[in-house]
């Protein structure tokens, strides 16, 4: 995993058009901005587990899921 340190308003970007740029922080939490092709799907982490549990077959655990 890459760890990159951004402040307000600075953005990183990705190889095949995808920019990431911190919009804000504000107690503890970040706000993001994702530009990027109309053909890359973009969800939050938990959105993306619950999912592939549906997949598998199982249902999403009724709890909150960090993910680094």
């Known amino acids: 995993m ?3 340190t951004r402040k307000p308003n600075e953005e990183i970007v990705i190889d095949g058009g995808i920019t990431v ?3 804000s922080t504000s107690n503890g939490r970040v706000k ?8 890359v799907r973009i969800v939050r982490g938990e959105i993306a587990f619950r999912e592939e549990l549906r997949q598998e077959g199982e249902t999403a ?5 960090a993910f680094e």
């Not at 993001?32 to 053909?39: D, H, Q, R």
């Not at 655990?61 to 899921?65: M, T």
């Open 2 to 4: 890459l760890v990159i």
């Open 21 to 23: 740029k911190v919009i």
């Open 32 to 39: 993001l901005g994702i530009v990027a092709p109309e053909n």
């Open 61 to 65: 655990p009724l709890v909150s899921v």
